[in-house]
């Protein structure tokens, strides 16, 4: 199975950004996860396309308490099939 994988960067931890993405992910229908690295960077795995993984970061990089300064999508195989979008 494909993934989007998405690396967001800049002021994006301890902001509420990944239930922000958790919630627009769940709203547009999308299953994977977020969750923080070890950089201070986040990573957004979304089952779907590119244009899906786009839209999402489209909806969630303007928002008030965060500051995004790079965001990097690759597509890359995943082991498993996630079944919904956590919070990991």
């Keep these: ?8 960067c800049g002021e ?3 902001t ?3 239930r922000l993405v958790w919630r627009h992910a769940k709203k547009m229908g999308l299953k994977g996860w977020v ?3 070890p950089d201070g960077c986040v990573e957004i795995g979304v089952s779907g ?3 899906e993984a786009e839209a999402l970061v489209e909806r969630v990089k303007t928002a008030r308490m ?3 300064e790079s965001v990097e999508i690759l597509e ?4 498993e099939s996630p079944q919904d979008f956590e919070i990991r």
């Design 76 to 79: 890359a195989e995943a082991s």
């Design 49 to 51: 396309s590119r244009s």
């Design 66 to 68: 965060i500051s995004v």
């Design 12 to 14: 994006v931890q301890n």
């Design 16 to 18: 509420g950004f990944r």
């Design 1 to 8: 199975m494909r993934i989007q994988l998405i690396r967001v």
């Design 35 to 37: 969750r923080n690295l």
